[in-house]
Every structure is written in C-alpha cells, then in structure tokens.
C-alpha cells in the first residue's frame, strides 16, 4: 500500500512499546497554550501548498486549516464543503457549474469568492512542478459565472473529477496571501479552516491557531492545534499514555490493541480506502519464474492464506479483499477470489516444471511490512517455492520497481475515493504506479470508458470486468483494505474519523 | 657523633619465586661531610641497602629490618608522613639514568624549586632566585635562561647537573648517589664527580656513592665498603683496600682490573673470579664467597665470619677467616 | 679507568644448583602466562562457547526460519527453550544463528581491515613523505564520516544485507589499523636491523613484509582482539537500524529490534540477544586483555 | 608551536574538502534522487524533470557542486527539499540537540572515565581496581543501544521515574529537558568512560613506576604529588584516545537518538537519506564533518602542550 510517508525514516523499528507510562506530563515541546490539541502524526508534510504538495501527511494536516470545495462522509459519499451543493453538470457531461456557499471568508478576513476559485484552479493547472495538473488535466478552463457560482469548461467528460475536488485540488487558497507569497505560499498558507497557520518548527512540530474568520467559528471549541511529528508509533502511543499527546494518528495494530487495555485511552478506527498488494513484474524480458507463467502466479497467489496473514501480523484488524475498491465504494462489486488453496498450488508449481520456482519479494524496510514479508515467505516455501526476502529503502525500492529491475514487490497505494484512482494509473498501460508492467488493451479501454461516464450502474460494471480481467492474469495481488487506528485520549470528544484515514478534528473537543 | 649510623640494616623483596634477601645485616657509619663509596657486582644489595635509608624501596613488596640512625633519630620508626620530611630535607637522592629520572613536561628551574617550596618557606621569586644560585652551583652555563628549558633540551651531563643540584637544594645531611656517572660518557663522568666532591667541600654535605666502577671509588671516596651477595665483607678507608686488600673476594676485584695487571707486568690473561654469584634466596650460615675462594677451608662453610679488625687499624674490618694480602707468588 | 670485567661477572665453572634448562619455545611460555591470568582463561572459555554455538549450534537446534503462528510470543517450555518471537519461531534457534551471523561479522570485518590497513600503514609508516600525509587524510576523511551514515547510504544503494554490513563495519576499522602499523612501522623503520636490510639491497616489499610485519604480530593480534567485537557490536547496532541482515536469517540485532516492539507483552525476547552479545564481546575483551598483557615485552613481573 | 598548528589547520582545511567532495557524490550515488521522492505518488516524467530542474539537478555535476561549494562558502547551504526550509535553519534547530547529548556525554565520559582510571591506578590490586575494571569491561562489552532498552524497560516502564523518549527545548523547560537527557547520556557515555577509563589506567600506571615520579619521591613529595608528576604525562595517551572516540560518538548519537527519539543530527541524516534529501544531508554531514575536525585541532593543540617535546621538536605526526 503505498503509505510512502509512512515510511519515510529507512532505519525504522525504533523506540519500545510501552505498557503504561504516566510521567510527570510536561507538554514535550514548548507549553502549549490551555485548550489546544496536540496531535501527534507518523510524518512531516512536505509543503503545505496544495498545488505542490505530495505527502499524505500533507492531507492530514490540510483538514484543520484548509478547507476543500467537496468532503467525503462515512460513506465515502462526495458531500459538499465550500461549494453549497453537488455540481450541476451538463447532460454531455462537458461543463460543471459549482455553487459556493455565501458569506465564507478566508482565515485573512478577504471574502471567499468565485475569483479566488479561479485563481487556484489556474495555479494548479498551469504552476510549473504542479502535483495537481493531472489530477484536473480534463479541465480546458475555469470560467466565473457570478461571484457565487464558478463553471469549468472539461475537454471531454470526467467521472473521477469530482472525487479529486474532494481531494488536494479542491482546496482553495486565498487570493491575497497568493499574490504576497507567490510560490512561497507554503511557508504562510491562508485558506479557509477552522484553524489558521501559526508556525511550523522543522522536523519537530507545526501550530494552529482557531480562526475567527471561519464560517462555523460556534462548532469549534479548541483555541488551536499542534501537530507533532512521531515517526515511530509505539513512542507516539507512549506519548500518549503519558499525556504528552492528545491523540496519536495511524498507530500500528498491537500499538492499538494495548491502548484498548489502557483505562485513560480510547481508539477510533477507519477501514479505509487503502490497500495492500504485491506487484508481479509481468514485463516480457523480466526474466523472473513468475514473469514466465501465469500458473506459478496463480500458484503464488494460492499459496498465501490472507486470513492467517491478518491475524498472525495485524491482530485480525485489517479486512481481507482481493480487489482494490474498499468495502464502502458504492461503485464496488464483490470480486471473485482465488481460494487460498496450498495443495491445488503444490499441484501447479509441480506441473510448472521448474523445480523449486526462485521468487525475490523487495520489502521496504519496517518492522511490520517485514514481519508480513517473512509470512509470505514461510507460505510461499510450503508449496514449493524458493523465496528471498529483499528489504529496502524506499525511494529505492520505487525507483526499481519503476525500471521494472524486480520479481515481487510488496507495496500497496493509500487509496482514492473515486474507483478511477485506484485504477488508473496503476492497471493502465505505461502507468506511473504499473509497477507490473502490465499492458492489457482490454483493461485499457475498460478504464477509460469508465473514467468518461457519469453512470454510477455502468461504472461498477466496467470496474468490475477490469478487476475480474486484472485477478485472471495476476500481475498484481491484492492482499486486504488497511484498519486504520487513531489512539486519542479519554477526555478528547467530537473526532470524526472518516474512511479516507484522515481524522477531523473541527469539532473535537477536550473535556475537562 | 657520627652523622649516620646504619646497623643490621635487612632488605627483603617479596616475589612470585619467594623471598629475595637484597641486604643481609649489614653495618657502615658516615661522618660528617664524608664520601662513602658502597661497591660491588651488580646484585650484591648496594643499592637496596642505600635506598632503604630514606625508604624509598617499593613498599608493597619490600620489607626493611634493622636501625638506621641519622643524628640520632631512628629513621625506622618514622611513620610514612614525618619520612616526607627527611627526604629530600636531609637526606637527598641521585639516581642513576639522567635522561628518565626529570619529568618530561615540567621545565627543569620548576622540578628544582619543587623540592624548595616543600621543605622551605620561601616566596616564589626567592625560589627562582635560590634554583639559579644552585644551577650556577652545580656548574651549568647561563643558569638563568637554562632554568625555563625542559629536560629533552639538556645533555646527560647537563641533567645529571640538574639531578644533583636539586638533591643539595635543601643543604641536606646526606647525598645518596646511586651511580651517578654509569650512563654518562667518561669525559663527562670526570666533570659530575668534581661536582660532588666541590658540594662535599662547600656545604659539607656527606655522601653514600654506590658504584661498581673501582676507578671512581679511587678518586673520589674516602672510605669503601665492599659488599657480595648482600652482605658487607670489607670496610677500610679507600687507599688501604687499594694497597692492602684483605678479603680474598675484594682481592680479586682489584685483580681483575686490566690497568692493575698491567702494573705487574708480563702478558697474562685477566684473572677472573672462578664461580657464580650466589642466588640472593639463600643466605646459608657460611661465608657465601667460599666455593669461588682460594682460601677456602672448612671453617669457611662452617659458620658465617663475623667482621673483625684487619691488621692495618683504622677501621679496616674484614669478614674472613683468613684475611691478608696477596700470599700466592 | 675503565670497568673491565666487573660488570657482567665471571661465568665459566658451572654453578652446581642451576641446570640450564632447554630453551622453551616462545609461544608456549606466553600460553603459560596466559593461562595464569584468570580473567583472560575466562574470556577465552567465552570465546570458545560462542565459536561452538556458532557452528554446531544451528545442527543442534530446530530451524531458525520456521513459523509457528499459532503459538506466537510464547514464554520457555519443552519445545522452545527459550521461547518463541513475535512470528512464532524458536528463540533458540535464533540466537545460534545469530551466534553465526556475529561471529562472520565481527571475525571477516576485521580480517578485511586488516587486509587492506596493514598495507596501507607499513606503506605510509615506510615512505613517509606524500604517500603518508596522502595516506592520512583519507584516514581522517573515513574516520570524520560517522560510519553509520555511511552504511545508511550503502544500505539504501545495494539494499541492507550482511555483506554491507561487513563492507561498512570494515571500511570504519580501516582507519585505526592504518594508524596503529604506520606508528609501528614509524618506530622499526629507524630501527637498525630495518637499516641494516635496506644496506643490504633488499626490496622496500622484502624489508615491510619480513622485516617490520612480524615484529608488530603482537600489536595486531590485540588489535584484532578488539576489533571483534567492535565489528559484532557494530553489526548488532546496524541490524538494530534495519540495515542489516535479510530476513528470515537471525541477527541479534535484528532480534532486538522486533523484541523492541514486544517489551511490554513479552520482555524476555529482548533479553537474550542483548545477553548473547554481551557475553560474546566480554569473553573477546577479556581474551584481549591477557593477550595485551603478556603480549606486551615491557611487561612488569 | 604556531607553524605546527597552522600545519593542522592546513590538513583540516584538506580533509573537509575531501569529505564535502565525498558526501555531494555519495548522495547522487543513491538510486532515486529528491525529485522522484517530491513527484509524489503519482509521478509524471514531466513533474520529475521540472522538479529536477528547479533543484538544478539536471545539470552537469561539476557545475552542481561548484555552486554548491561556492553558495555553501557563503554560509548558503540551500533549502530542504522536503519543506524548503534554509539547510541553515534546519541544522541551527537540530544541532544544539545533538550537540547536547554529545557535549553532556564526553564530559559524563571523561570525567567518570578518568577518575575510575586514576582511582584503579593509584589502588592497583585493591578491591577498587577490580571494580573499576569490572566497570570498564561492563562498558565496553554491553551494546549500548540495548543498554538503553534496558533503561527504558526498567525506569520508564516500571517505575516511571524518567519519560522515555522525546526531546525538549533546555530554554524552554530545563526540568523536562535534563530529565530526557538523563538516560540518553548514560547510555552514550558508558561506553565512552569504560574506553578512557581503561586507557587512563594503563598509562597512568606506566607512569607510576617512571624515574622522574621515584625522583619526586625522593623529593619528599606525598602521594598526590607523585601523582601529579605522573598524571600530567599520561594526559596527553588520554587526549589522543579522546579524540579517536569522538568519532564513534558521533555515529552512537545517532543510535542513541533513535532510541529515545530525540530529534537530533542523527535522526536528521537518517531520515535526510530515506527522503533523499540531498541538501540537508549535505549541510548535516559536513557540519559532522567539521565537529570532528575541530576537535581534533583541540586534541592536537591540547597535545602539544601538555608535551612540550612536541613544541620545539616538530610534529608527532
């Protein structure tokens, strides 16, 4: 699962597990003011520009202090945020008319209007190094109808627009901190939130400051928020213990059970859009065993029992799938899985003729991922196979799966509401993600067809005959969606944790 | 009143191997203003006899028995803190290797003036004069400037200058020299023995020179005492154990002298004294030179020879049953 | 006037209590030494269980790489000695195949620094001049580098495993060994029996390698004695970062590291690699200890 | 003695150029580089090649590291790839960190190290010196990381008497602060005073049994004058050895920061390489870098006056 920012330390594994701890609780950085949260996450965003930024950790951050056009709610339905009701789209699907909601202001007090709509899109289209022009590429250009109302113009129909409006690209940035910082803008942001942006200490911390300006200013009762960045997270759920922290984002799994035990503790759960899967390098000239034949990759995939893997590494808190749509995706049709069947997989890796089939599985370091990685192993090796564990730094590990220098890599993708972002991209030909290299006209055309429609039934039937295509020929495994835990303290209220793994801490609140 | 007295005086080292008995009861006295020379092979307890005086034998594996009087006062029974005030006060030491025997990193006028600002209370600028005075003494050039060099800039002779010029800082009673010129070159040595012999005859200073070398016992000392295997077998003032030597040991020292043989002409090979040194484990009730003497009868192996006048008076004692010069032809 | 014969005394007529023993051969007088020095026989036996655990011990025990997910984390009991770790193996079998993975990073470490810093060292003691001043800014240059940021970056280009481990551990010892033989070999090359082999014509490589080399053994032999288990510790700490060995092989380090994630549920998983390693480095250290000292010619009764 | 050190300072200058040479093509040797990291999760080529080209990475190298060096003489060493902050800012942040723990570790090391040394010395034999030397092998044997575990099972688990990880700023809360140093430095110092414990011992009591300290004695000098005469000759041995294990301080803080979370220079570089952030990990090394040349000047002119033989005969290089 590609939970980049959650690896970003290459020597991780650090710090213990701790069964309770409850030292004398001076605030760990400077003593934050009374009432303000402090919230520890696994990573340090990188910018906080919505149009260059990349992390997920940048997404965490961004709820407290920017708000988006669109959000999603527990069912991962599209809700509207800043925008004061679903898009009008046009019966060709070629224009979108989005209605803002009146009387918002941004956290600089400038009023929050169709212009300033306008003037985001268009740096997020056309700034050099923008990480939001594909995500909007089917945009042509963004028109103002009336200071209430914004119209985009779309080259041709785009289904999977509106979820990236309830991504990164919906945020939208105040035009007047704009023209000031220009591309510096991440230094200083100014959007519209409950929070505004006080001060960032690299590498340590990043405060929020409630915001006076914000439309909902009455539902939010914490005077600000500190982000505190804890890579590790057994330290972050000692912390936690301890006092330190109010809330602990994204702890492992037996981070989690133990808090469970703790009486001054309570845990949130998601079971989020994100999944785990290992790409198989398909590529003609791989010359992997498992490149060569698709009976060893159908035997590869028996032979791991994604139920013991769930509960001998996760504690059983992750949910077994092999698709990659999440259990709450409308647009999801339950995808017909290969049994995990070990003498059946004995069979075929015998009638492969290759003797004990070498199959090399890249890991990216981290205690959890390597714990899963030798589980595989042990299963892989009952039937036959000779597995060989390669753990490795990140980056690198990406940088060879993406020159196709690999056999197996274990890496999943931290999900997308819209089913075109956990597709596109990833199954598609010449896809940045296709680590596989897997090239299918089929699945190509299924993709897009189902990219330029707005038809929810005919989506989840072109996805569907994807996926189905995608589990036949195996270039990919997908393992299971991720439970994803938030460890917050007893006395924090009014966290909304929603599937896209993010936690909403507008209307939290810390009893007394 | 004799300066010094030293009586029964026993050295005994503790080692994996047993007891090693360096100094078995042995008796001198020293007057005042003095050179006594305490001669022998190496290993016979020379040096272990004079560096018991002022104690400053390993404490954790000597033992030392015995009396030693300086003016009157039992050093002996001095405990380890009023012995700090008699070394280097009245009683000072010069040792043998000049090149180890100053500390590297101190500058030569401060390792001097050590010795005054523990024994006097002299103010620091007196110090720095007195240090001069002394080096000027001890007949080092440009005493001024050498003062601030460090020993690594100074010759052996130069050092050894140093060495003694600390040890008569304090104008002490008595000067130990523990083979002051052994490491030095023979022109130097002449110049080192001038030094001791001028302090004698200035400040009166008497002084205890072990050595082996025969030659500077004969310019320098006015009484020997000749030791063998930690006991003392001869005492006689220096020109009576040259002309005559009474103990048969003592006798073949001189022998083995090439220049002494020369005298007596003709072209012989060097006598030698046949045998071994005895091991210093052992201290039988015998004369321990026996199996290597000429003279020996079995008297000699019967009981230890107590240490009776020699027939040239004026305290020439001598450890033998058959003592007297030369007999054979 | 000279001193003659006095000083070294007459010889000649055998004395009858000493008989002169034949000459005992060198090493077994310092074995001898050596085993009289408690600590050091102690050190030794240590030495010498860790070797027998690292090569018997795997025969012995089960497989180090086998699974138990259905008793994970559990305490000692019949089966499993020592219990089992977070994925159900035994610890046991771990720690033996640890013994091994320490033994190869520690002893080939070494031995590699040795391989390239000894010649490095006679050369810069040697020739002095530019070769040695070249010699020791590189020697400064590695020894300025934290070795552990070097072997982060070289885990991140070839990917973490025990060969990198033992490239970067002796790549971090290279520096001191150069150091200690160019010092030896700064101090025998004035010596006269090096200038009494250069009058005779032989080579520079001749006079460094018969001449010089095999009167530092003893210096190098300490020197291996700690660099040991500083390659062990070392190994230990870059598997406690993640950087070193491939699962499923066993290292202490990495033990330690998922016995980190567990010191709550189950302490005793983080115990026994951490006593496994220090009972090894302790046995070598004390070894080393009675070899420096009855190694060492200055050596006080 | 000046030209003497001015020849050292001439051979730090070298050595930091060397390093800087040897990290700015260390860095690039990483598979990946900060662009496919700052691609983000789904990286376009054109994104890569515009985020390479904003770091200047797409030019030749020579042309890079000139500028680097020419920016990083001007005290620029460019801003963090991930969050554009000023390398500057970043290290001036993390380095009192580190700096900290090291600082607080050598002198725990040094002052425990040579007091046990000279107290094992001065009581050869005695119950004392097997402590001592117990103490040293303890020191030297113990992997220091587990050492810290141990700690954190033993004083935060159980009894909660130190908080276990974290860092915090001494101006802002010195109570918080020295209670989260406590551990690591312990940890970081034992091994650092077990090694100059032992190497204070062998040399002192070399010195013990030298002419010049009998000479003292004869001088009427006490104990704890011998003493001084002897010490002041096996400092300079000490200071050499103090030196050498700077070095591998450094490389222990960075474990140590691991373990106890604190975000120093170790975390930093570790984290640097993960994010190849090729800027900050540039800037943290060299200044590493330039820690330890420094203290070897320290060391050499500390050693040139403790030994006044180095300060007229030339070098002891």
């Not at chain 1, 003609?284 to 029992?305: N, Q, V, Y």
């Not at chain 1, 370091?365 to 714990?371: E, F, L, P, V």
Request: aromatic letters at 6%.
């Amino acid at each position: 699962m590609r939970r980049r920012t959650y690896r970003a330390g290459a020597a991780t594994a650090a710090a213990l597990l701790l069964a309770s701890c409850s030292t004398p609780g001076s605030g760990s950085a400077p003593e934050a003011s009374p009432n303000t949260l402090v919230v520890s996450t696994p990573t340090e965003p990188d910018s906080l520009d919505p149009t260059l930024a990349n992390t997920f950790a940048a997404r965490l951050v961004f709820t407290s202090f920017c708000e988006k056009l669109y959000d999603v709610d527990s069912d991962l339905k599209i809700v509207p945020q800043l925008a004061a009701a679903l898009p009008r789209v046009s019966r060709d699907g070629r224009t979108m008319d989005i209605v803002l909601r009146r009387g918002v202001r941004f956290n600089d007090g400038t009023p929050f209007t169709a212009a300033a709509v306008k003037t985001t899109l268009d740096r997020d289209l056309t700034m050099k190094a923008s990480a939001r022009a594909g995500e909007l590429s089917a945009i042509s250009r963004v028109e103002v109808r009336d200071p209430t109302t914004v119209r985009l113009v779309l080259k041709h129909p785009s289904a999977p627009l509106l979820a990236q409006l309830a991504d990164r690209s919906g945020l939208i940035m105040s035009p007047t901190a704009l023209k000031r910082l220009g591309a510096d803008f991440g230094t200083a942001p100014v959007c519209v939130g409950p929070f505004k942006f006080r001060d960032r200490v690299s590498g340590n911390e990043m405060d929020f400051v409630k915001s006076t300006d914000y439309y909902d200013a009455d539902k939010v009762r914490l005077n600000g928020i500190r982000y505190e960045f804890i890579t590790n997270s057994s330290v972050a759920t000692a912390n936690l213990e301890s006092g330190d922290v109010d809330a602990a984002e994204h702890i492992d799994a037996n981070d989690a059970i133990t808090l469970r035990g703790e009486s001054g503790t309570r845990v949130l759960h998601s079971d989020t859009i994100a999944y785990q899967s290992i790409s198989i390098n398909v590529r003609p000239g791989a010359g992997t065993a498992l490149s060569r034949s698709a009976g060893l990759r159908k035997a590869f995939e028996m032979s791991i029992d994604r139920g013991a893997l769930n509960t001998s590494v996760w504690k059983s808190q992750n949910v077994p799938d092999c698709g990659p749509l999440p259990a709450q995706s409308p647009l999801r049709v339950r995808p017909h899985c290969t049994p995990y069947d070990p003498a059946a997989a004995r069979a075929l890796v015998r009638k492969s003729g290759v003797r004990s089939p070498a199959v090399q599985l890249m890991v990216p370091t981290g205690a959890a991922t390597q714990r899963e990685a030798q589980v595989i192993q042990s299963m892989a090796q009952d039937v036959g196979f000779k597995v060989s564990v390669r753990p490795i730094d990140l980056v690198s590990g990406l940088d060879l799966a993406r020159n196709g220098k690999f056999d197996a890599f274990l890496e999943g993708w931290s999900g997308r509401v819209d089913p075109d972002g956990d597709t596109n991209d990833i199954i598609t030909t010449g896809g940045s993600n296709n680590f596989s290299g897997y090239s299918d006209r089929t699945v190509d055309s299924l993709i897009a067809r189902a990219a330029a429609t707005n038809d929810d039934r005919q989506r989840s039937r072109l996805y569907a005959r994807a996926v189905r295509r995608v589990g036949e020929q195996r270039p990919l495994l997908y393992l299971y969606h991720n439970r994803w835990f938030t460890g917050t303290s007893a006395k924090l209220h009014g966290v909304v944790y929603q599937p896209d793994g993010i936690p909403r801490f507008k209307t939290a609140h810390l009893a007394r | 009143m004799t300066l010094l007295e030293v009586s029964g005086l026993r050295v005994t080292y503790r080692t994996e191997d047993g007891p090693v008995l360096a100094a078995k009861d042995v008796s001198f006295s020293l007057g005042r203003g003095e050179i006594l020379a305490l001669v022998g092979e190496s290993g016979c307890g020379k040096t272990a006899t004079a560096m018991a005086i002022p104690r400053l034998l390993d404490d954790t594996r000597a033992t030392i028995g015995g009396s030693v009087l300086l003016d009157g006062v039992e050093l002996t029974a001095l405990s380890e803190r009023r012995m700090r005030d008699v070394r280097g006060k009245d009683i000072s030491v010069v040792f043998q290797e000049p090149m180890t025997s100053l500390n590297p990193a101190f500058t030569v006028g401060r390792q001097i003036g050590e010795v005054l600002r523990q024994h006097t209370g002299l103010t620091r600028r007196q110090v720095r004069e007195r240090v001069v005075e002394l080096l000027d003494l001890v007949g080092v050039p440009d005493a001024r400037r050498r003062a601030g060099s460090y020993p690594h800039e100074l010759s052996g002779g130069m050092r050894q200058r140093v060495m003694i010029a600390t040890a008569v800082a304090c104008d002490p009673k008595v000067l130990i020299a523990d083979e002051p010129t052994t490491a030095l070159d023979v022109t130097i040595q002449a110049g080192v023995l001038d030094v001791i012999r001028d302090l004698r005859e200035q400040l009166g200073t008497a002084v205890i020179l072990i050595t082996h070398d025969l030659g500077v016992v004969a310019e320098v000392a006015d009484r020997v005492v000749v030791m063998y295997s930690g006991r003392h077998v001869e005492h006689s003032p220096t020109a009576a154990v040259f002309d005559r030597p009474q103990h048969p040991y003592t006798i073949g020292l001189l022998d083995a002298l090439p220049a002494r043989a020369a005298l007596r002409g003709g072209r012989r090979r060097l006598t030698e004294i046949p045998g071994l040194v005895p091991s210093p484990a052992t201290d039988p009730d015998a004369c321990q030179f026996a199996p290597r003497c000429p003279r020996a009868t079995a008297e000699c192996t019967a009981a230890r020879p107590a240490l009776t006048g020699a027939d040239g008076g004026d305290g020439h004692l001598v450890a033998c049953y058959h003592p007297g010069p030369r007999r054979d032809a | 006037m000279n001193n003659a014969a006095l000083e070294n005394g007459p010889s000649a007529a055998a004395d009858p209590g000493a008989a002169a023993p034949e000459p005992v051969p060198q090493w077994r007088r310092t074995l001898r030494r050596l085993l009289r020095r408690r600590m050091a026989v102690a050190g030794a036996v240590l030495v010498l269980l860790f070797l027998l655990l690292a090569l018997v011990g795997p025969l012995v025990t089960g497989s180090q790489t086998r699974l138990g997910l259905t008793h994970l984390l559990a305490g000692p009991s019949g089966a499993h000695p020592l219990g089992t770790d977070d994925l159900g193996r035994d610890v046991l079998a771990r720690i033996t195949g640890g013994a091994r993975v320490s033994l190869l990073a520690g002893v080939v470490s070494t031995a590699l620094a040795l391989v390239v810093g000894v010649p490095l060292g006679l050369a810069a003691g040697y020739y002095r001049g530019w070769a040695d001043s070249v010699l020791m800014r590189l020697t400064d240059l590695v020894l300025s580098f934290p070795y552990l940021v070097f072997a982060v970056g070289m885990a991140a280009i070839l990917g973490p495993s025990l060969r990198n481990v033992i490239i970067a551990l002796a790549v971090a010892e290279v520096p001191s060994v150069v150091r200690i033989v160019r010092g030896e070999t700064l101090v025998l090359r004035s010596q006269d029996f090096v200038e009494a082999a250069v009058a005779d014509g032989a080579r520079d490589a001749a006079v460094m390698w018969r001449e010089i080399l095999p009167n530092m053994t003893n210096t190098l032999i300490v020197k291996a004695t700690v660099a040991i288990p500083a390659g062990i510790l070392g190994e230990a700490a870059l598997s406690f970062l993640g950087l070193g060995v491939q699962p499923p092989q066993a290292s202490w380090g990495v033990m330690l590291t998922s016995a980190q994630q567990f010191l709550s549920q189950d302490p005793l998983l983080a115990v026994f690699p951490g006593v496994a390693i220090a009972l090894t480095t302790l046995g070598f250290n004390l070894l080393g200890d009675g070899l420096r000292d009855v190694l060492d010619p200055r050596e006080l009764l | 003695m000046i030209r003497y050190l001015l020849r050292r300072a001439g051979t730090a200058v070298v050595t930091l150029f060397l390093a800087s040479i040897a990290v700015f093509l260390g860095v690039r040797a990483l598979p990946g580089d900060p662009a496919t990291v700052l691609a983000g999760e789904s990286p376009t080529p054109e994104a890569v090649a515009a985020i390479r080209q904003q770091f200047g990475l797409d030019q030749p190298l020579p042309v890079q590291y000139l500028h680097y060096v020419t920016q990083a003489l001007e005290g620029n060493l460019g801003s963090s790839t991930q969050d554009k902050a000023p390398v500057t800012h970043i290290l001036a942040e993390r380095l009192p960190v580190t700096l900290e723990l090291t600082v607080l570790a050598m002198v725990v090391g040094i002052a425990v190290g040579m007091l046990a040394g000279i107290v094992a010395a001065v009581r050869r034999g005695t119950a004392l010196d097997y402590a001592a030397n117990a103490f040293g092998l303890f020191g030297l044997s113990i992997p220091h990381f587990w050492l810290g575990l141990l700690g954190i099972v033993v004083f935060s688990v159980h009894w909660h008497v130190l908080p276990a990880s974290g860092f915090v700023g001494f101006a802002d809360d010195p109570a918080g602060n020295l209670e989260r140093m406590v551990m690591p430095v312990l940890v970081l110092g034992t091994g650092l005073a077990a090694v100059i414990m032992r190497q204070t011992r062998s040399s002192l009591l070399g010195q013990l049994s030298a002419d010049y300290v009998r000479t003292a004695r004869s001088k009427g000098m006490s104990g704890l004058g011998q003493l001084g005469h002897a010490l002041r000759n096996s400092l300079t041995t000490v200071t050499t050895v103090v030196g050498l294990q700077l070095a591998g301080l450094i490389s222990g803080a960075v474990i140590t920061e691991q373990i106890f979370v604190i975000p120093g220079f170790g975390k930093l570089i570790v984290d640097g390489v993960s994010s190849r952030n090729y800027p900050v990990i540039q800037g943290a090394v060299l200044v590493t870098v330039t820690g330890y040349v420094l203290v070897n000047l320290l060391v050499d002119v500390a050693y040139a006056y403790l030994d006044p033989r180095l300060r007229t005969a030339g070098a002891p290089e």
